[in-house]
C-alpha cells in the first residue's frame, strides 16, 4: 500500500503547483473513489475533518514545513512511482473530473457531502477538529454516488485479474478473498 504523501506527490507531478487546500481535497478525493472502485483504501493514512475540509494531516506537515521552497512540487520522503499502475488509472481519473475545480469549488463539495458532516458533528463551522473521516463512510457515500450515476469522475477500465490454474488457484483464491474481505463485510451489514 502506498502512503497519502506518495498519492499528492504524484498529483503534483501531474498539476505542477497547486495550493494545499485543493491539494488536500484531491488527496481525499481520491481516496475516496479508490474506495468506491476498488473496495480497498489506497493509504492507510487518517483524514481528519478540519474546518475548511478533509485534510491528511501527514500531508498538510510535509507540504507545509518540509520544503525549503513553499512553491515546490516535490514532497520530502514521498515517491509518486509508488503508485501501482490501477491506482494510478483511478487517480488520473479523479483528476480528470476535479482537478480544475478552484479551492472554494472543493472545500464547498467536501462541505456538502456526508463524510465531513457526520465527522464534523455538530461543531460550529470554524471549530477546529481532529475527528476522523472514516473509509467506511467515504466508502458508503462515493460507492452510493457511483452506482446512482451521480456527478463524478468516470470509473477507468482496469485490467482484469490474471488468470490463475493448478496449485496456485487456492493461493489466488485466498488472496482475492483478503482483497475484497471489508468490502463483503461492509455488504454483508446492508
Same mark, same amino acid.
Given at each position: 500500500? %502506498? ?42 493514512? !487518517? ?7 478533509? %485534510? ?6 510535509? @507540504?507545509?514545513?518540509?520544503?525549503? @521552497? ?23 481519473? %479523479? ?17 456538502? $457531502? ?15 477538529? !481532529? @475527528? $476522523? ?23 477507468? @477500465?482496469? !485490467?482484469?485479474?490474471?488468470? %490463475? ?7 489466488? !483464491? ?17
Amino acid at each position: 500500500m %502506498v502512503a497519502a504523501l506518495d498519492v499528492s506527490a504524484y498529483i503534483y507531478s501531474r498539476l505542477g503547483w497547486i495550493d494545499s487546500w485543493r491539494l488536500q481535497k484531491l488527496t481525499y478525493y481520491a481516496q475516496s473513489w479508490h474506495l468506491a472502485w476498488d473496495g480497498r483504501p489506497l493509504f492507510p493514512d !487518517a483524514i481528519q475533518a478540519w474546518p475548511d475540509g478533509p %485534510v491528511i494531516p501527514e500531508v498538510f506537515r510535509e @507540504n507545509k514545513y518540509g520544503r525549503d @521552497n513553499p512553491y515546490s512540487t516535490t514532497l520530502p520522503g514521498a515517491n509518486p512511482s509508488a503508485l501501482p499502475p490501477e491506482a494510478v488509472r483511478m487517480v488520473d481519473a %479523479v483528476l480528470a473530473y476535479y482537478g480544475e475545480f478552484s479551492k472554494d469549488e472543493l472545500i464547498a463539495l467536501t462541505h456538502d $457531502e456526508s463524510p465531513w458532516q457526520h465527522a464534523r458533528q455538530d461543531l460550529p463551522p470554524g471549530a477546529h477538529s !481532529a @475527528n $476522523e473521516i472514516t473509509t467506511s463512510s467515504m466508502r458508503n457515500c462515493y460507492t452510493k454516488k457511483s452506482l446512482r450515476g451521480e456527478d463524478g469522475p468516470v470509473r477507468p @477500465n482496469l !485490467a482484469p485479474p490474471p488468470t %490463475v490454474s493448478g496449485e496456485n488457484y487456492a493461493q489466488a !483464491a485466498q488472496y482475492q478473498i483478503g482483497r475484497w474481505k471489508d468490502t463483503l463485510d461492509w455488504l454483508a451489514e446492508r
